[in-house]
């Protein structure tokens, strides 16, 4: 669900929300926060004055979700099976848990995309 912003700041940590409604970008297009789940109990945080007014950040939306080990149901299309028999989740799934959980994941989207060790 979008809660697009009339500013450019995050209301929880005050920074970028890299909302595409109030950016430069001549395009804008859909926000980022729509091909992600905003968790309930992270909209719950938001100031009364901010709920359904403003962009949470995606770093917000990340940490919330990694702190808790989110990982939705993967549903038709959200993984297919590689040459190897390894299932391999899409990048729709994978911006819908919105963070980079560190493993390597061939499709991940996040810029900060750190593959974990391999022991």
Not at 34 to 50: H, K, M, S
Not at 108 to 113: D, Q, T
């Amino acid at each position: 669900m979008s809660t697009c912003s009339t500013t450019g700041n995050c209301p929880l940590c005050q920074g970028d929300n890299a909302c595409r409604q109030v950016s430069v970008h001549s395009h804008k297009g859909p926000c980022w926060c729509e091909q992600t789940d905003i968790p309930a109990g992270l909209l719950e945080q938001l100031p009364e004055a901010a709920r359904g007014r403003a962009c949470i950040c995606p770093a917000c939306v990340a940490t919330f979700n990694r702190e808790r080990a989110y990982h939705p149901k993967p549903g038709a299309g959200d993984h297919y099976y590689d040459a190897s028999g390894r299932w391999v989740f899409t990048e729709t799934y994978l911006r819908r848990r919105g963070y980079c959980c560190g493993s390597g994941c061939r499709h991940c989207p996040y810029p900060a995309h750190q593959p974990r060790e391999v022991a």
